[in-house]
């Protein structure tokens, strides 16, 4: 099994998005002993901006083609991701790869992936809230994977930045939730 393992907070080693994707690829790691992973930093190693010729470098959609299981580390940034994730995401949409117009609608390519995904937000953003109206990495992650025919699972730490006491029951409770994951 290959896992793909990726990152995009600019926070290092304080990120919460950071900790709970390491570890649910390390409860992935345990429960199926061993298996190749495959680590991708894009705050580290950021991919450009989308360009027509960066349709030519194929490296990152063949990294994702080839992975059994992706994992993705992805904070909350001004109500969305992170721009070094979403220039991910534009490598990966690729028509013809991964999805496909057909006369009865798109129809996404690649429905035998798992996909995990670890989000880390400031604030809470519950069905209901008033700011529930503002989620849009959640909403757009679910959305983009379910147009490839992946329905997405979610880790969720949420209100990091509501008080250092919430920040860290928050991140407790989602690395519990990793174990639970990947059993
Ligand atoms: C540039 C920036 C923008 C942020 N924008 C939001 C936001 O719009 N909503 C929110 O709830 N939290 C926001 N936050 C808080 C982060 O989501 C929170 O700190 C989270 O822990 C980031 O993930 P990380 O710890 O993996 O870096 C922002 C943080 C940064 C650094």
Known sequence: MTILHIDASINGENSASRAISRSIVDQLTIEIGGGEILYRDLAADPLPHLTLDAFADTSALDEFLGADTIVIGAPMYNFTLPTQLK????????????????????EGLVPGKRVIIALARGGFYNQGSPAAAFEHLETYLRGVFGFLGIEPEFVAADGLSVSPEQREISIKVALGETVRLAA
Not at 87 to 106: K, L, M, N, Q, S
């Open 87 to 106: 220039a991910w995401i534009d490598r990966i949409v690729v028509a013809g790869r991964t999805f496909r117009y057909t006369e009865t609608g798109p």
